[in-house]
């Protein structure tokens, strides 16, 4: 594949250098010195400078879908949380349980989940931690455990579905995967591992925590109702979602792409706010567009341009076929690494750069283990052990960073050891009951 590429100076091997680049890139985001959407589009950059590939390759090796369904999904979520639906939700699903703290856990892991299943991971964070914090000073409880309990939540439901977490929006583009397909073959197993893991609080916090008779009161005395900024945005923002996750599901009679499907509905979400309020609604596109999180779009860009350099090379495909001769062409074999290296890996790695980095490596092996259909089974074992062994640590996956930030600023202890030593045991019982499920559903 070398054969197509640019000769590059100094007699330098581009299978090796896009190698290398990619590695840098990897060790600059890993660490942290720099932002990651700078670490990548300079890796994307230098590529193209030392003639890797020349630019209109590049722009080839960008999955323009992922890009689309990200900002489209994005926007919808700037422009709902502006009604206070999130808001809400989290209170009312707290007064619905009495106020009793064990309940409130159990609600707003649910809750957390279903939003991160429709929504994204990181946004349902972002709006329901801080009305938890609320929650958890009015009950004079500690807060940990509902923060800790939110972050599994929220990567376990973002697992079940093609646009609940970004690795996942990544093999769904890339494998020509849809809503449906994850719908009917990771949700099945996220929903058991969600379950146990709301057990699992459960007797490690939830029949602890205890709140006065005073605080319950307050707590049930708050208005729920008085969350709702805007209840015109409100109807608007969930009938739209709605019709959105419609598309989703009947996106292949349609004829429609994620893309597509995602920026339509924001589209149509804005223009309504628009129209409503001519004023208002014109002076909220510029703020809508900037709450869309640039940083991931970009970062996004340049990785896709530093992993297409590493596949057109060669190197991928020389990985590729290094698993098939590991696993000897058993396709059961091949699940279990793939499960167990993306999950040990997107515990200390971010999973999003690794997971763009083995989708070509397993495209690479359909025709020797029989073909696109054998091979579907490998893109399960690779989005539930990079969206799953995100869990394992703090530094694992976006949504772990995202409350712990906000933790901290709250002045609430979230730290890398108090989080492990809960999170490594319950992340590593969730990828053994994902292996039971891959033998005993695909093989």
């Given at each position: 594949m070398t054969a197509d590429l640019p000769h590059l100076p100094f007699g330098l091997s581009p299978m090796w250098l896009s190698v290398l680049v990619l590695a840098l890139t990897y060790v600059a985001v890993i660490a942290g010195r720099f932002n990651r959407a700078i670490a990548a589009l300079f890796g994307a950059v230098l590529l193209i400078l030392l003639g890797t590939l020349d630019q209109a390759e590049a722009i080839?090796?960008?999955?323009?879908?992922?890009?689309?369904?990200?900002?489209?999904?994005?926007?919808?979520?700037?422009?709902?949380?502006?009604?206070?639906?999130f808001q809400f939700l989290a209170v009312w699903s707290a007064q619905r349980v009495k106020a009793n703290p064990a309940g409130i856990v159990v609600m707003l892991q649910v809750v957390t989940a279903l939003l991160s299943a429709v929504l994204n991971n990181v946004s349902t964070v972002l709006l329901i931690v801080p009305v938890t914090l609320v929650i958890a000073e009015e009950l004079e409880v500690p807060p940990f455990p509902f923060l800790f309990a939110e972050v599994f939540a929220a990567n376990i439901g973002g697992t079940s579905t093609l646009?609940?977490?970004?690795?996942?929006?990544?093999?769904?583009?890339?494998?020509?995967?849809?809503?449906?397909?994850?719908?009917?073959?990771?949700?099945?197993?996220?929903?058991?591992?969600?379950?146990?893991?709301?057990?699992?609080?459960?007797?490690?916090?939830?029949?602890?925590?205890?709140?006065?008779?005073?605080?319950?009161?307050?707590?049930?005395?708050?208005?729920?109702?008085?969350?709702?900024?805007?209840?015109?945005?409100?109807?608007?923002?969930?009938?739209?979602?709605?019709?959105?996750?419609?598309?989703?599901?009947?996106?292949?009679?349609?004829?429609?792409?994620?893309?597509?499907?995602?920026?339509?509905?924001?589209?149509?979400?804005?223009?309504?706010?628009?129209?409503?309020?001519?004023?208002?609604?014109?002076?909220?596109?510029?703020?809508?567009f900037a709450d869309i999180d640039w940083?991931?779009?970009?970062?996004?860009?340049?990785?896709?341009?530093?992993?297409?350099?590493?596949?057109?090379?060669?190197?991928?495909?020389?990985?590729?076929?290094?698993?098939?001769?590991?696993?000897r062409g058993n396709g059961a074999g091949a699940a279990s690494v793939i499960l167990w290296a993306s999950a040990v890996l997107s515990a200390v790695l971010d999973n999003i750069p690794f997971v763009a980095t083995m989708i070509p490596v397993i495209k690479n092996t359909s025709a020797a283990f029989g073909g696109e259909g054998a091979i579907a089974p490998l893109w399960w074992a690779l989005s539930l052990g990079a969206c799953l062994g995100g869990n394992g640590t703090l530094i694992g996956a976006s949504p772990n960073l995202a409350v712990a930030g906000i933790a901290e600023r709250n002045g609430v202890h979230f730290s890398f050891v108090r989080y492990f030593v809960y999170a490594m045991p319950m992340t590593l019982a969730s990828i053994v009951i994902c292996q039971l499920y891959l033998w005993l559903r695909y093989f």
């Amino acid at each position: 594949m070398t054969a197509d590429l640019p000769h590059l100076p100094f007699g330098l091997s581009p299978m090796w250098l896009s190698v290398l680049v990619l590695a840098l890139t990897y060790v600059a985001v890993i660490a942290g010195r720099f932002n990651r959407a700078i670490a990548a589009l300079f890796g994307a950059v230098l590529l193209i400078l030392l003639g890797t590939l020349d630019q209109a390759e590049a722009i080839r090796g960008i999955d323009w879908d992922t890009i689309g369904l990200l900002v489209g999904m994005m926007i919808l979520v700037a422009v709902s949380r502006r009604s206070g639906l999130f808001q809400f939700l989290a209170v009312w699903s707290a007064q619905r349980v009495k106020a009793n703290p064990a309940g409130i856990v159990v609600m707003l892991q649910v809750v957390t989940a279903l939003l991160s299943a429709v929504l994204n991971n990181v946004s349902t964070v972002l709006l329901i931690v801080p009305v938890t914090l609320v929650i958890a000073e009015e009950l004079e409880v500690p807060p940990f455990p509902f923060l800790f309990a939110e972050v599994f939540a929220a990567n376990i439901g973002g697992t079940s579905t093609l646009i609940g977490d970004p690795p996942n929006i990544l093999i769904g583009s890339q494998a020509g995967l849809d809503f449906n397909a994850f719908l009917n073959n990771i949700a099945p197993v996220a929903a058991l591992i969600m379950a146990l893991q709301v057990a699992t609080v459960h007797m490690i916090w939830g029949r602890s925590l205890r709140a006065s008779p005073e605080a319950r009161v307050l707590m049930m005395g708050m208005n729920a109702r008085g969350m709702i900024e805007d209840a015109g945005l409100l109807i608007r923002s969930v009938l739209v979602l709605i019709a959105v996750l419609a598309a989703f599901v009947c996106a292949e009679p349609l004829h429609l792409k994620p893309a597509t499907i995602a920026l339509s509905g924001a589209a149509v979400l804005m223009l309504l706010d628009n129209l409503r309020r001519p004023g208002l609604g014109k002076d909220n596109v510029p703020a809508t567009f900037a709450d869309i999180d640039w940083t991931t779009i970009f970062f996004f860009l340049g990785l896709f341009v530093v992993v297409h350099a590493v596949e057109v090379s060669g190197a991928l495909e020389i990985i590729a076929d290094r698993l098939v001769a590991v696993t000897r062409g058993n396709g059961a074999g091949a699940a279990s690494v793939i499960l167990w290296a993306s999950a040990v890996l997107s515990a200390v790695l971010d999973n999003i750069p690794f997971v763009a980095t083995m989708i070509p490596v397993i495209k690479n092996t359909s025709a020797a283990f029989g073909g696109e259909g054998a091979i579907a089974p490998l893109w399960w074992a690779l989005s539930l052990g990079a969206c799953l062994g995100g869990n394992g640590t703090l530094i694992g996956a976006s949504p772990n960073l995202a409350v712990a930030g906000i933790a901290e600023r709250n002045g609430v202890h979230f730290s890398f050891v108090r989080y492990f030593v809960y999170a490594m045991p319950m992340t590593l019982a969730s990828i053994v009951i994902c292996q039971l499920y891959l033998w005993l559903r695909y093989f």
